[in-house]
Each structure stands twice: as C-alpha cells, then as structure tokens.
C-alpha cells in the first residue's frame, strides 16, 4: 500500500467516525466548480496532504477546519480544477523569457529597433536571439518580400558583425542575419536539407529565411557558441529554464505541463527535479523524436515512469512527432495546393516511413505517440498510418489514446475517421483566433468552411478534445485560448471565425482540464475536484462561466494550489 493509499484509507476511515478529519487548506465562501456530475457547483473544499478530503457547502466543509488549518476566503470567486497545459514546449517557455519577447510586435520596424537596442547592448560575439515575430500581423509590410517573407538586410545594417536569430512565433520559421549564416556555413552553396528550405531571392541568395529542419543549421551554431560553458553552467542554465517556465505557468493557473518533445537529458533533469521538489509543476513529458530509434529503444524501456515523485512526473508518451509545419510558414502539408501559393503544397518534415519507425516501437515499448499534424494531408497521412498499425498489431485504438497535435485543417472525410480510430484530438484553439487573420487568404472559403478547427463536429462524435496554447508559440495564457473556444472572435474584432464550431463554457473549461487529464491517463487524478483526487485548484478573478463572454480573457489567476499547497497568490 503506497502513501496516497494509506491517506485515502484513513481519510475514509476517520469519515466514519463522528468528527471531520482536519483539512490543511480549506478554500470557502466562493464557487467551486468541481467539474464532477456527482457534485456539481459547490461553495467550498478542504485538502489534507495532496488530496482532496471534501467538497460542499461552506457550512460542511467548516467542519474540517482546525487550529492548523490554512483558510483562503475565495470572497466569491471561481474556483476550478488546477488547469492543463495540454500542448506546450516547456524548455522553449524558459528560454523565451531569455530573449526577446517579439510576441504581439506590430511591425518589422518595432523588431528591427529591438535587434537594434540588444546587438548594442550584447557582448561582443553574443548572438542575439528573440522569438514571436508573424509577418501577417504586421500593421505594414517591409518594402522587399520574397515568398511572403521579409529579407534580413535590415539587420544586417543594424548588427553587421552581431549574430541575429529571430524565431518566427510558430516556430517552424526563423530569420537569420548574415553574421547567424555565415557562423552556420551557409553559403551560396548551401543545400536545403531534408524537411527543410533555405529561402532564396531570384538571384539565389539566401534572405535569411529558414523553414522547418533548416532552422537546425543556425541553432547547431548557436549550441557551438556556448561550448565555453562548464558542464556546471550549461546545468545551470538549464535549470534555470526549468524555474521561469515554472514560475509563468503557476501564475497562469496551469499546475500540469504536457511537453511535447523533451530530450533523454531534459527528462533527467526533469526526474532530478521532482524527486528534489524542485519542479514545481506536474509534468507529462514526451520523448523528442529525434531520441527514439531501434538503438535507444532499450533506454525507452528504462525511462518509463507513471506518476513518479508523487505524481510530479510521467514518462510514457513520444512527440510531437512533426509530420509538417505551420500554417503561416506555409508549410503546413495540404491535399491540395494554398491558395495563395498556387504551386506549394507544404512540407512534408518528417518522411512518414521515419514516423511509422517510430510508432512501431512506440507499440512495442507501450508508450503513447503524438503527431504534429496542421494540414488536411498531414492529418490523413497520419490517420491511415494508426489505423494501418491498428489493424496489423489488432489493437483498439482508444484504449492506446494515441494523439494527434494540433489536427487543425481536416478534409471533410477525415473528421469521422477520429473518433472511428479512438484517436485523440490535441487542439489550441488560441491558434483559431490567432490565425484567423489569414486564414481564408491561405487556404480559400471552401476549405475553411468544411474542416478548420472542427472542435464541435469532432467533440459531438464522441472524440476527446484537449487544449492548450503551444506556449512559447502563444504566451501561456488559458483564458485567451478559452475565449477562443467559446467565442471564436477575431482579434480586434466583432467578427468571428467559423462559429458554429465554438464550445460551451463547460465543455471550454473541460476541455483545459479534464479532457487533458485524459489524454495523458490521468483522469483518475486529477481533472476534476473529486475527493481522493490530488488538491490541484486554480482561484479566478472572475466567473468565466458566466457574464459576458469577453470577460474570459480579462481573467486572472489570483491563487495557484499544487497538491494542497498555495505556490502562487497575485499581488
């Protein structure tokens, strides 16, 4: 009988008795929305340990309190289940807070001035790097563009001899000054390499755009540039990553973190952490790709872990496996050509002969696997991939929970293949709102209308939806993504994308929560507030499920519990 065992039998067994085991925390006199059918909205709950002990009324749970109890007037707010980061790259969240934040710029001008100010400031040969730059949120577009980029001779005039790298926000883009190519090697020369391009102007020089695996050129030189570092600092650096993202995601309520793509290295520093409680989050981390091969297969196997260091750390799942990229590089993969780009249809990054290595030994190893799949291709190709190894290893797919990130454009005839498949659906719907902008540009009427962000279609065929914001794609923030659930309005305007794939409040809140909590085979957990289950409660300054609609995305978080424990309160 392990320690939650022993907690739950004695919180059963004292239940029993005539008096109330005592609470350490109890939260009272607000709206508890446990997300649980047997309780429904109540005004309090009390905590002893990790565990929840009880939901009710305030009267009820003034019960569990004792001298040592720690007693949070909610005074009316909204209380919720701790919130799921369902798709997010957690050592990219921390080093984005390194660089800087390009996010939300208006213009290539308002990047340009910040390159300007930093390359000023670095040290001499420190590179310069920042990410969140999007060309088609631009209040104006730069005077020279090639394939619907801007070229970096802007920044080679502001750091000639700084070496810049600029992340694009979706992060399957970057530019890179002539200083950032030349330490790279990339020349006139220079090959694209496999998944990826090396943008060239008509005269064939690089502009310094580069798309998807080509990025990978500038980050190994990047990694070169700190070969100086002590094993010592580069640990450290790391764990200091580890530390912001923990930080920016408690203050936003999330209190569990699905990683979507962490490196053998980065889930040992992970085990390190938890086991030393010093990570701060609970956390669901995905083996990258790049790690999983016939060879390291045995290290899979080794690795594995399901709720290690008092549920602070699971490893059981490979991804995001990228099947293509983004719909604003252009390089999310299509059936059909973009209709602003008549002859591309996307990029294939990872051939679907490596994917189907990969999730061979996925099903030999009992690890979960999700693919990264934007375009209507991209999702068939890996639809017909799960149900060809379904069938051959006769497996029932929804009890693997196998994932498709993002599933963002679908062909009309694949929406019912997901919920035929048992195949999840790990979706942001920020990225509806977000993307709204452009795209009908891209991809015409006719396809948006049949299959872009099919949430609703796809929750009323009984698949499980999860959500999240891709953080540092989008900043970590739920309540933009929630209100794009809910209202799927344009940013900025009275407009909306595709209403009638909009989701309820509940579902909306359900989706961040214990729909995530499915997804990674946690429901049982956490998800709800459920008595027995971990004490993970986010406060909320406001009721998003009720009131104005617009009123979601001004939330905030004012109390963050992780195991019965307050880790964050707002100033």
């Known amino acids: 009988m392990g320690p939650r065992t022993v907690v739950l039998a004695l919180a059963a067994l004292l239940a029993g008795c005539s008096s109330s085991p005592t609470a350490d925390l109890v939260l009272t006199?607000?709206?508890?929305?446990?997300l649980d059918d047997d309780h429904g909205r109540v005004e309090a709950l009390a905590a002893a340990g990790d565990t929840l002990l009880a939901v009710g009324s305030a009267e009820e749970i003034e019960a569990y309190t004792g001298s040592g109890t720690r007693v949070v007037d909610l005074d009316g707010r909204l209380a919720v289940p701790g919130l799921i980061e369902g798709h997010g790259h957690y050592m990219g969240m921390g080093e984005a807070q390194l660089q800087i934040d390009l996010l939300g710029t208006a213009s290539w001008d308002q990047i340009v001035a910040r390159v300007d100010s930093a390359a000023t400031a670095s040290a001499d040969g420190a590179w310069v790097q920042g990410r969140g730059w999007h060309q088609e949120k631009w209040d104006a577009t730069p005077e020279r563009m090639v394939r619907g980029f801007q070229t970096n001779e802007r920044l080679n005039q502001v750091a000639p001899e700084t070496p810049v790298y600029l992340t694009h926000a979706s992060g399957h883009a970057a530019i890179a000054n002539e200083a950032a190519l030349e330490a790279a090697g990339i020349g006139p020369n220079t090959a694209d390499p496999d998944g990826g391009t090396i943008v060239r102007d008509a005269q064939g020089r690089a502009t310094g755009i580069l798309l998807e695996t080509a990025e990978g050129l500038v980050q190994e030189a990047i990694e070169a540039s700190r070969s100086d570092l002590s094993p010592e600092q580069r640990r450290e650096r790391r764990r200091e990553q580890?530390?912001?993202?923990?930080?920016?995601?408690?203050?936003?309520?999330v209190t569990s973190f699905q990683d979507q793509g962490a490196s053998f290295e980065t889930i040992e520093l992970y085990r390190t952490m938890a086991e030393n409680d010093e990570l701060g989050i609970r956390m669901y981390a995905m083996v990258s790709q790049s790690e999983v091969t016939p060879e390291t297969q045995e290290r899979l196997a080794e690795i594995r872990t399901v709720g290690a260091a008092d549920h602070h750390l699971t490893v059981r799942s490979i991804g995001e496996v990228t099947a293509d990229g983004a719909l604003g590089s252009r390089s999310a993969w299509m059936l059909e050509p973009y209709a602003d780009a008549p002859n591309d249809t996307g990029i294939n990054v990872t051939s679907m002969d490596r994917i189907r290595e990969i999730?061979?030994?996925?099903?030999?190893?009992?690890?979960?696997?999700?693919?990264?799949?934007?375009?209507?291709?991209?999702?068939?190709?890996?639809?017909?991939?799960?149900?060809?190894?379904?069938?051959?290893?006769?497996?029932?797919?929804?009890?693997?929970?196998?994932?498709?990130?993002?599933?963002?454009?679908?062909?009309?005839?694949?929406i019912p293949r997901f919920a035929d498949l048992g195949v999840i659906a790990s979706m942001q719907a920020i990225h509806a709102c977000s993307d709204a902008p452009y795209n009908y540009q891209r991809l015409g009427d006719e396809r948006v209308e049949a299959g872009a962000y099919a949430w609703k279609t796809l929750w009323e065929d009984g698949v499980v939806i999860g959500n999240g914001t891709d953080v540092p794609v989008e900043k970590i923030d739920p309540f933009a993504s929630l209100h794009c659930t809910v209202t799927r309005q344009v940013p900025g305007t009275d407009t909306t994308f595709t209403p009638d794939e909009a989701l309820s409040r509940r579902r909306a809140l359900k989706s961040y929560t214990f729909n995530n909590a499915r997804m990674a085979f946690e429901e049982d957990v956490k998800g709800?507030?459920?008595?027995?289950?971990?004490?993970?409660?986010?406060?909320?300054?406001?009721?998003?499920?009720?009131?104005?609609?617009?009123?979601?995305?001004e939330t905030t978080v004012d109390y963050t519990v992780v195991?019965?424990?307050?880790v964050y309160t707002r100033e």
């Open 528 to 553: 709800t507030l459920t008595p027995g289950k971990l004490a993970d409660v986010a406060v909320l300054s406001e009721n998003m499920l009720e009131g104005p609609p617009g009123r979601i995305r």
């Open 242 to 253: 580890v530390r912001l993202a923990a930080e920016e995601a408690l203050a936003n309520g």
């Open 359 to 414: 999730a061979e030994i996925a099903l030999e190893e009992n690890y979960q696997l999700a693919i990264h799949a934007i375009g209507d291709r991209a999702n068939r190709e890996s639809l017909d991939l799960y149900e060809s190894l379904f069938d051959d290893a006769n497996v029932d797919g929804s009890a693997l929970r196998w994932r498709i990130e993002h599933a963002q454009h679908l062909h009309p005839d694949d």
């Open 563 to 566: 195991g019965g424990e307050v």
């Open 29 to 34: 006199n607000g709206t508890v929305a446990t």
